[in-house]
């Protein structure tokens, strides 16, 4: 499982109210100083980015880890 985490640029904390309204206009701000992080719809694209980054690090180090050492198969990550 990939599991992506953000914190308050200025407090640090990883808590956060997200309005519960489709609307993805509406702002995200930090739960302990009330700091705006971004509109919802902003936010949850970069959360988006950040799991499918991580998770295709994760396949590909599983895949190294694989092949690692068999004849005949090369692995190069596309960057």
Do not use: Y
Not at 3 to 32: L, T
Not at 43 to 56: F, G, Q, S, Y
């Amino acid at each position: 499982m990939t599991r992506v985490s953000a914190q308050c640029q200025n407090c640090g904390s990883d808590q956060f109210r997200i309005p519960d309204d489709e609307e993805q206009d509406q702002m995200i701000r930090c739960a302990s100083c009330e700091t705006e992080i971004g509109d919802k719809a902003e936010v949850m694209a970069e959360l988006r980015k950040r799991a499918t980054d991580e998770a295709e690090k994760q396949v590909g180090d599983m895949i190294e880890r694989t092949f690692k050492g068999s004849k005949g198969f090369t692995f190069t990550r596309k960057k």
